[in-house]
């Protein structure tokens, strides 16, 4: 009767036979078979991606006319913005500062009677003069600035 050989007696003389016929070992085999699937799934999430982002492109050009001009400027009608009033500026030295007190006076650089300007958020968008309402400060806009005219007034 034949005595049957353990499992680890088979893999043995089978990896034995595999390396004196030259062939590589599985583990080896079994590298390359996972290096080619990281290859295929990396170049499927680079398709995905690609799709993605000619889809945002695809949403957001001039030529794709899904929404009308007034439903994209309702999307920020209520956006809060900073307007401020500036009467005017000046420099000056930090010992002058330190100096101030109250019923101090620090002279400006506008004029008494000049309009004052309007900014949003730092930009200057109009000029307008000074009027009180309910006893409060206000402006009454006298002028708008055109995008054409801050352009002008940046480069100068």
Same mark, same amino acid.
């Given at each position: 009767?034949?005595?049957?050989?353990?499992? /680890? *007696?088979?893999?043995?003389?089978?990896? @034995? #036979?595999?390396?004196?016929?030259? =062939?590589? !070992?599985?583990?080896?085999?079994?590298?390359?078979?996972?290096?080619?699937?990281?290859?295929? /799934? *990396?170049?499927?999430?680079?398709?995905? @991606? #690609?799709?993605?982002?000619?889809? =945002?492109? !695809?949403?957001?050009?001039?030529?794709?006319?899904?929404?009308?001009?007034?439903?994209?400027?309702?999307?920020?009608?209520?956006?809060?913005?900073?307007?401020?009033?500036?009467?005017?500026?000046?420099?000056?030295?930090?010992?002058?500062?330190?100096?101030?007190?109250?019923?101090?006076?620090?002279?400006?650089?506008?004029?008494?009677?000049?309009?004052?300007?309007?900014?949003?958020?730092?930009?200057?968008?109009?000029?307008?003069?000074?009027?009180?309402?309910?006893?409060?400060?206000?402006?009454?806009?006298?002028?708008?600035?055109?995008?054409?005219?801050?352009?002008?007034?940046?480069?100068?």
């Amino acid at each position: 009767m034949a005595t049957n050989p353990s499992a /680890a *007696e088979t893999q043995t003389e089978m990896d @034995e #036979t595999m390396a004196d016929n030259g =062939v590589e !070992t599985i583990a080896e085999d079994d590298w390359g078979a996972a290096m080619a699937e990281q290859a295929t /799934a *990396e170049s499927s999430v680079l398709q995905a @991606e #690609t799709v993605e982002k000619a889809q =945002v492109f !695809t949403e957001f050009s001039p030529s794709n006319k899904l929404h009308d001009t007034q439903n994209d400027i309702d999307f920020i009608l209520d956006i809060p913005v900073q307007l401020t009033v500036e009467l005017g500026r000046t420099k000056i030295a930090i010992k002058n500062l330190l100096q101030l007190a109250q019923g101090s006076v620090v002279e400006l650089d506008g004029m008494a009677g000049e309009p004052m300007d309007v900014l949003v958020n730092g930009c200057l968008i109009a000029q307008g003069e000074v009027v009180v309402v309910n006893d409060k400060f206000g402006i009454r806009l006298t002028d708008i600035i055109t995008p054409a005219e801050r352009i002008r007034k940046i480069n100068r």
